[in-house]
């Protein structure tokens, strides 16, 4: 079992920067592909981006400017980068890992991921 932490979330204005990070409590030998979710107050959970094991990356048109999903595999740790940030953005902010047999695979489903951390909050002020 795979439990994930993600830390990095916070109060900033609108315009401004945070990264958030994600990390399994244990470190762990599996091989996942990660996904960043958000979910706002009364909306649906919300697709961000993804990153497969080899670091192909896929983002929903609307944030793709924005936002940069990273990794960095010997320290197990995923990285959202999120840029001009704005009002709408606040949510709170979910990782997601499954573990995969393919390098390249990469998902945008929130269904298809078995692993999840608890969020983190994101709220962007005007």
């Known amino acids: 079992q795979v439990q994930l932490v993600e830390s990095g979330g916070g109060l900033v204005p609108a315009g401004g920067s945070l990264i958030l990070s994600c990390a399994p409590s244990e470190r762990t030998a599996s091989r996942i592909a990660v996904g960043w979710f958000r979910q706002a107050p009364g909306k649906e959970r919300e697709f961000v981006a993804a990153i497969s094991w080899s670091g192909g990356t896929y983002y929903p048109s609307s944030l793709r400017d924005r936002f940069t999903i990273s990794r960095d595999n010997a320290e197990n740790t995923a990285y959202l980068q999120m840029n001009s940030l704005k009002p709408e953005d606040t949510a709170v902010y979910y990782c997601?890992?499954?573990?995969?047999?393919?390098?390249?695979?990469?998902?945008?489903?929130?269904?298809?991921?078995?692993?999840w951390g608890q969020g983190t909050q994101v709220t962007v002020s005007l």
């Open positions: 997601a890992a499954v573990k995969i047999g393919n390098n390249y695979y990469i998902e945008r489903s929130p269904d298809k991921y078995q692993y």
